[in-house]
Structures are given as C-alpha cells and as structure tokens.
Nanobody, 122 residues
C-alpha cells in the first residue's frame, strides 16, 4: 500500500504560480513512479506530468511543457509540481498517483491521492 497526500492547491491569478506537493508513505520503493493528473469539471482526467524516482526521468503533457516542472525530494519522499504562467484552462483538481512505471495513462498507476483544487482567475 502507498498513501499519497497532495497539498498546495489554491486560487491564483492567470500568469501566476503554484507549487503542488505529494507526500508519500508506505511501499514507495515498489511503486517508485509518480504522476500528476488533473480533472476539470465535465472533462476526463488527463495526464500532466510524470517522473521515475530512481532515474529522474520526466515527461509532460504538451499543454504544460515549458510551464510546469515535476521534481522530487528523496529525503522527504515527496514529489512536487511547480506550475508557472498558469492559465484559466489549467484550473482543475490535481491528483498525484503512484505506480511502477511513469506512464502517461491512468491505468499505469495503482495508488491515488485525494486531489487538490487549483483555481485560476482570469
């Protein structure tokens, strides 16, 4: 089992920044890939970014490339999503997920956090 707790969401103006955190506990060595997904009202959950813990390999959705950055802190067992130049279309509930490979598909992740709301005002 892996427990994931997201934090850092909130309200920000367009063009602003937020940093989301995802703290993990449990069998984190087995499920060493982390992904961020988001879901806006009325839309399907979509991939945002992923990282493979051991090798620091990252991937991003085209819509966030150059604006978002995923990173990790080994000592804190925490993954971050730095979000810059936020746009109204980035507004969604953001979810952290843990799996064995840094997939862009939800099916690649076994454990999910509860989500954190990001609201971007125009």
């Amino acid at each position: 089992q892996v427990q994931l707790v997201e934090s850092g969401g909130g309200l920000v103006q367009a063009g602003g920044s937020l940093r989301l955190s995802c703290a993990a506990s449990g069998r984190t060595s087995t499920y060493s890939a982390r992904g961020w997904f988001r879901q806006a009202p009325g839309k399907e959950r979509e991939f945002v970014a992923a990282i493979r813990w051991s090798y620091d390999i990252t991937s991003y959705a085209d819509s966030v490339k150059g604006r978002f950055a995923i990173s990790r802190d080994n000592a804190k067992n925490t993954v971050y999503l730095q979000m810059n130049s936020l746009k109204p279309e980035d507004m969604a509930v953001y979810y952290c997920a843990a799996g064995t490979d840094p997939s862009t598909s939800q099916r690649g992740y076994r454990y999910w956090g509860q989500g954190t709301q990001v609201t971007v005002s125009s």
